[in-house]
């Protein structure tokens, strides 16, 4: 680009600085999407990535084989625990081996010199397992100090370099330092402190504690009993790393006679394991096994926010063409003048992309500004952290410098080739057409285009809000609201005060109910165990899922006997309760019909089953109601559930806390809501929400600045015609008509093509749900009126200022 040509883009754009605006504008929000999206996207397409031999990587997982069908119909990320010393031993060929085991979440106290005085306390939820040192040389760790070598040791530990500065002050200091597990009561010697790890990581550790230690504290048997091999530990994950130029279906080949070397064979009626080497890349987007974190979008999101990154870009390139082939009527005695003093065309595209290459630029400018101010809104709407610093990263900006290369061209390309071709005998004869190059009925397309992205997200967002008012509202069979789950110490000597704590809690006013339990009957995990009815010695083809709660458990939350009475108070498993959907799945034909018959989940002690309660949803609403099994067991309770009157909430829970701080006066006070805790099940689908909602208005917003380009043609086109109505009377108002009727009918059409589009896609999005809402006409008629609404109020100044002209000055001869 010369520095002439770009003195003459300025001065053009200058004088034309209200269609420059807009289509910097239009052009910058949707660079600014693109943006923010192609960070999400590359975050989540670079899973572990940036470990040196992902591509040697690899997990081994569980598969089940339906007894009747012989298909797979379970997919486990963990394996059995006797395969840590077997695997180890019978496939030498791998480099190296490791075992990890989630922790779950835990208390930590850092001893301090004073002894309690000066103990810290901290609670993690996440981030904790039992790891062996091969797991650190699998994968890529940068030690700070220390190492892992010395995990090989029972009470030996890692930590992150954030979680060693929060315990004591820097990394350095945390070398030879102990922390101290309430679960477990161990002391934990740390030897090693490694760099945080990326965000986008699927074994997101922050603290390692040798998995000698999980031997130490387990039964020996737990490792190495044959019967144990049919039981798969969905905590418990193994990784290998493959040599250089080995195959892994040569170790895949040696799979099935391992499993028939060490487990156990499967009996009539009794599904069958096997095992598969699963390739670290096809962890984050392979929902059948999971990974030791579940916040990541899926494989069909990622896409998805993918295309409508896209549409936002072709929406607001549309802008630009719109806008462009209307200026141009404008500029066409400009051109004639041109093409007189003996410009030939391909100098007019050059300019004329130079032009739009100096808005794009700024359009560029504004796009990443913007960016850069929604990150943290976008951070926080998907719990990220990215940085600004993200923006210079080499990926992104060839990304950016593409872009504008793309928008350049496909904006500017077709408004150049147009407003080139104009003739200049029939630009001085005042001769041009409208349906020069498609004219308004290209543009009229377009903007249809325009209008079906936008009305597929405002119906898609419509959708999404009211699927997520359908969880809110929906009855899930028990009491959700007021219920506090209070963690409990799990020491032997500190449980004896459990039946004191709960006697007590109950006493307080404003308390209506407490429970000691296991967790809450909706639970995110949940133990599920192989079922003999009565007295056969098969078992069933089904699990059924075990919660433990005392008697108080029902009254609690709220659940509702259909039969029999409620097991009588047992510090160990004596009684069952189940629910109506275990009944169906035994084949019986009433409640009623299960009061005196037994269950056995080990085929060996048996318990009768005394009380049937109405269904209700364990897990969330995406999934059918599973079978239960209710009993009672102290060694399993680790939750106080406390059902508090909502009138008095914040007061009583003051009360709560002080009463437990006395009674425990050593644990961190630590609790959960049960409406939160559900809340937090739909996580995904309220940030899909959230984005639906954003996006909706971006399409919105940038299609109806295509709409003033429509408007701003046609006022352009029609000036005469409006003075020539005006003339024989008509109103401000009929004229106003005349503009409203031109993109009325545009929405419609757009309407027609949207609403049968986001109807399939939308249902398809609710089928993923077991329980969800419907699809009414109520949602498509929102969404048009919505949309019209908009677009009214959009193009409306533009409309009225144009019936406002005065007729003498529409209708005069140049």
């Known amino acids: 680009m010369t520095t002439i040509s770009l003195k003459t883009a300025f001065r053009s754009l200058k004088k034309n600085r209200s269609f420059a605006l807009i289509n910097i504008a239009g052009l910058g929000v ?3 999407a693109a943006i923010l999206l192609f960070l999400v996207i590359r975050y989540e397409e670079t899973y572990d990535n940036y470990h040196a031999n992902n591509d040697r990587i690899y997990r081994v997982v569980t598969e089940k084989k339906n007894a009747t069908t ?7 990320r963990g394996v059995p625990n006797p395969m840590v010393d077997a695997l180890r031993n019978d496939f030498p060929a791998f480099e190296k081996v490791g075992f990890i085991a989630s922790l779950g979440q835990a208390q930590i106290y850092v001893p301090g010199s004073n002894g309690l005085a000066d103990e810290k306390r901290f609670k993690e939820n996440e981030g904790l397992f039992f790891a062996e040192s091969g797991v650190f040389e699998i994968f890529d760790y940068q030690w700070v100090a220390g190492n892992a070598t ?17 315990y004591f002050g820097s990394a350095q200091a945390a070398i030879g330092r102990t922390i101290e597990f309430w679960s477990f009561r161990n002391k934990v010697l740390i030897q090693g402190v490694f760099k945080d790890l990326p965000g986008n990581t699927d074994i997101p550790v922050q603290l390692g504690v040798s998995l000698a230690t999980l031997r130490k504290i387990m039964d020996p048997t737990w490792f190495t009993a044959a019967d144990n091999w049919n039981w798969v530990n969905e905590r418990m994950q193994c990784f290998v790393l493959l040599p250089r130029n080995h195959s892994i279906n040569t170790e895949a080949a040696q799979l099935p006679a391992f499993m028939k070397k060490y487990a156990p064979v499967a009996k009539p009626g009794q599904a069958s394991s096997q095992l598969r080497f699963q390739p670290l890349h096809d962890i984050h987007f392979n929902a059948s096994y999971g990974s030791f974190r579940e916040d990541g979008l899926s494989r069909r999101e990622v896409w998805s926010l993918g295309l409508i990154g896209v549409f936002l870009l072709l929406v607001a390139c549309i802008n630009f063409i719109n806008l462009s082939t209307a200026q141009s009527v404008l500029r066409a005695k ?7 003093l003996g410009s030939d065309r391909g100098s ?5 992309l130079q032009e739009t290459g100096v808005i794009t630029f700024f359009a560029l400018l504004l796009g990443m500004l913007l960016a850069v101010a929604c990150l943290p809104i976008l951070n926080n709407l998907l719990n990220k952290t990215f940085s600004v610093g993200l923006l210079l990263h080499p990926a992104v900006l060839l990304f950016l410098v593409a872009l504008t290369l793309v928008i350049t061209l496909l904006a500017g390309l077709y408004p150049a080739f147009i407003v080139s071709g104009f003739k200049p005998a029939a630009i001085f004869r005042n001769k041009l057409s409208s349906k020069i190059g498609g004219g308004i009925s290209l543009r009229r397309s377009l903007v249809v285009f325009q209008f079906v992205i936008a009305q597929l997200l405002v119906i898609g967002t419509i959708v999404v809000v009211k699927q997520m008012q359908f969880f809110r509202n929906q009855s899930m069979g028990l009491v959700k609201e007021g219920i506090a789950l209070i963690d409990l110490p799990s020491d032997s ?3 004896v005060k ?7 809690m109950q006493a307080l006013p404003g308390v209506k109910e407490a429970s000691l339990c296991w967790d809450s009957p909706v639970a995110y995990w949940s133990a599920e165990e192989e079922l003999y009815f009565n007295n056969d010695a098969e078992k069933l083809p089904f699990r059924i899922t075990i919660q433990f709660g005392d008697t108080s458990f029902y009254s609690t939350f709220g659940l509702q006997l259909a039969a029999g009475r409620l097991p009588f108070q047992s510090d160990s498993v004596r009684e069952v309760v189940v629910n109506e959907t275990a009944v169906k799945q035994l084949g019986l034909a009433a409640a009623d019909a299960a009061i005196g018959k037994t269950l056995s989940f080990d085929g060996k002690t048996r318990y009768p089953i005394v009380g049937v309660v109405r269904d209700y949803n364990s897990r969330s609403l995406h999934m059918a109601v599973k079978p239960i099994a209710i009993t009672t067991n102290l060694g399993y309770y680790s939750t106080l559930a406390v059902r508090v009157n909502t009138a008095s909430f914040g007061p009583t829970m003051e009360k709560v806390e002080r009463l437990f701080r006395n009674i425990y006066p050593t644990y961190l006070y630590d609790l959960t809501f049960l409406d939160d805790k559900i809340n937090g099940m739909y996580k995904s689908e309220a940030t899909t929400a959230q984005l639906f909602k954003v996006f909706a208005v971006l399409a919105i917003f940038i299609s109806c600045l295509g709409l003033y380009g429509l408007v701003a043609f046609m006022a352009v086109q029609k000036t005469k015609e409006i003075g020539i109505r005006k003339v024989l009377g008509a109103s401000v108002q009929s004229i106003v008509l005349l503009f409203s009727k031109e993109f009325t009918v545009l929405i419609v059409v757009a309407f027609l093509i949207a609403g049968p589009v986001a109807y399939y896609f939308m249902n398809e999005w609710l089928a993923d749900f077991h329980y969800h809402t419907t699809m009414g006409a109520g949602i498509f008629l929102l969404a048009i009126v919505f949309s019209m609404l908009i677009a009214w109020i959009a193009v409306g100044y533009k409309a009225i200022r144009a019936a406002l002209v005065n007729p003498v000055k529409s209708l005069k001869t140049e």
């Open 70 to 76: 012989g298909a797979i119909d379970e997919y486990h």
């Open 498 to 504: 459990y039946p004191l704590l709960k006697q007590q």
């Open 348 to 352: 007019l595209i050059s300019q004329f």
């Open 30 to 32: 949707g660079i600014a």
């Open 334 to 340: 400009e051109i004639g003048v041109r093409k007189v």
């Open 150 to 166: 010395g995990l090989t040791a029972p009470n030996t530990g890692v930590l992150s370099e954030t979680l060693a500065k929060k």
């Open 493 to 495: 000597s500190l449980r």
